[in-house]
C-alpha cells in the first residue's frame, strides 16, 4: 500500500538556521505530493504541491520542496529558520501505484525554532 | 462561502451517545474529505465524496461511523455509540474535482474537537 513516511517527529533549529523536513514516500508510479503547515490553534494550510512538471517546487513562507525519484523523496527545505516557522508540518501523497484520490499523511513533524 | 465550515468546533458528549458532526464545503468544490487527528498524531483518512459517485468509505474505522453528503454541499459525520477512542478533532476538506487524486491541494476547514468522558 501507498505510504509516507516522516523522519522525526520533532526538530529544533536556531532562528536563521536551514530548516530540513525529511519526507520518503513508497509507490514504484510518482505519485503526487503535498506539504501542508498546521500552526498552533489553527487548521492545516497548504504550502507547496508536486504534480509531476518541475522537481523543485516553491511553496509560500520561503519554503521549498525537491522531489527526487531516485530517493522516492520530497524533502521541505527553508535557508533561514523564522520564529514564526514554528508549528506542524506534514507530507501528504495521492495517486502512485493506487491511484487513490483521498491524501494520505504522514505522522507529522513538529518544528521548534529556537531564539 | 469562504472557507470550509465545520459546526460544532468543540463538542463534549457521554459515552454512548450519539453525535453528528458538520462540515460546509468551499461552494462549487465538488469533492469531500473526512479525516482524523487524534492528539499528537497524523490525520487519519476516513471518508471521501466525489460528485454522486459512491462514497470511499475505506477509512470507517467501524460500523459505528457513517457518513452522508447531500449532492455536492454540506456533509454531516455521525458517530453512534460513542467511545472515549473516539477522542480526537475531525478535520473536513473540499477541493475541486477529485482533490489530490489530480493534484489539487486540499482546502480544510477548522476542525470539530469531539471530547467523549
Known sequence: AQSVTQLGSHVSVSEGALVLLRCNYSSSVPPYLFW??????????????????????????GFEAEFKKSETSFHLTKPSAHMSDAAEYFCAVSGGDTGRRALTFGSGTRLQVQP | GAGVSQSPSNKVTEKGKDVELR???????TALYWYRQRLGQGLEFLIYFQGNSAPDKSGLPSDRFSAERTGESVSTLTIQRTQQEDSAVYLCASSLRSGGGDGYGYTFGSGTRLTVV
Not at chain 1, 37 to 56: E, W
Not at chain 2, 23 to 29: L, V
Open chain 1, 36 to 61: 501542508y503547515v498546521q500552526y498552533p490553534n489553527q487548521g492545516l494550510q497548504l504550502l507547496l504541491k508536486y504534480t509531476s512538471a518541475a522537481t523543485l517546487v516553491k511553496g509560500i513562507n
Open chain 2, 23 to 29: 462540515c460546509d464545503p468551499i461552494s462549487g468544490h
